[in-house]
């Protein structure tokens, strides 16, 4: 990822969605807003306790320098699962103002229409971002633990290729900032289950102990997912940037051990 610094705010990028004038993409951080602790400074969740007219303020200032239009923004009731849902343009713009109206129950979306920004909210999960270069078609997953055991990444390519016929061989995907494998303890019971979602799990979970805990690589556990659903490797930039090492740059829930802000990942289709 590259970052640069648009009108005083810092955002991040995937290189290889740079190179596609047909989108627009970016990575939020928590700086350069305006609330205060824990949610301090550039968080843009009205869910996680926030005062929620600065959490607009937030989002008009991430808008501005992102270039993206507020009433674009599309945003779901994120649930770690693995619901997909495709927007359409009646649903352009939900969520953007308010929590209520942000599309239920969902933590993955995908759309073949312009003007609308997929965005994904997160402090530790995994933003993913999808691109088919061909079939002009672009999507967002979150994937904390959960989403990720329940193979969201996977279900988010099978409904590109079921409904919008995309080729895994001309789609782009960029694994955002997230808490790395070099932090993210987990328990027993979270260890079970990764076993069960995954033929071999010494992949995805790193230096078990004997009292049943060890480090999930979410990284790696998503980006399997991706390969083995035909997406070739060339075609996935991983950022490993941990957000609990970068708690100053991005929000990490694991760090504060308190309630805390979110950033955002987003992907607009442009007009041709």
């Known amino acids: 990822m590259v970052e640069k610094n648009i009108n005083s705010l810092s955002l991040w990028f995937f290189q290889h969605l740079l190179q596609h004038r047909e989108i627009r993409h970016f990575v939020s951080t928590r700086n350069g807003g305006f609330s205060n602790p824990p949610y301090d400074s550039l968080n843009l969740a009205f869910h996680a ?67 609308i920004c997929l965005l994904v909210l997160q402090a530790d999960c995994v933003p993913l971002l999808f691109f088919d270069v061909k079939k002009r078609v672009i999507g967002v997953a979150h994937a904390g633990w959960r989403g990720t055991v329940s193979l969201v990444a996977h279900n988010t390519v099978r409904v590109l290729q079921e409904k919008f016929h995309c080729s895994s061989q001309d789609i782009l995907v960029g694994i955002g900032p997230s808490i790395g494998p070099c932090c993210y303890e987990i328990g027993h019971e979270t260890i079970v289950q990764i076993k069960k979602a995954f033929h071999n799990e010494k992949d995805h979970v790193n230096s078990e102990t004997p009292d049943g805990k060890g480090y999930f690589n979410l990284w790696e556990a998503n980006r399997t997912q991706l390969v083995q659903m035909g997406i070739p490797e060339r075609n996935i930039e991983v950022a490993r940037i941990c957000t609990r090492c970068n708690h100053t740059v991005f929000f990490s829930y694991r760090n504060q051990h308190t309630e805390t802000g979110r950033f955002g990942a987003g992907v607009m289709l442009m007009y041709s």
Do not use: W
């Open 49 to 115: 306790g926030d005062n929620p007219e600065i959490v607009l303020k937030n989002r008009k200032r991430l808008a501005s320098a992102s270039g993206i239009p507020l009433d674009t923004f599309t945003i779901a009731q994120q649930i770690h699962g693995c619901n997909v849902k495709i927007v359409t343009k009646e649903l352009r713009g939900c969520g953007a103002f308010n929590y209520d109206t942000a599309i239920s129950a969902t933590d993955a979306m995908i759309t073949d229409t312009p003007d």
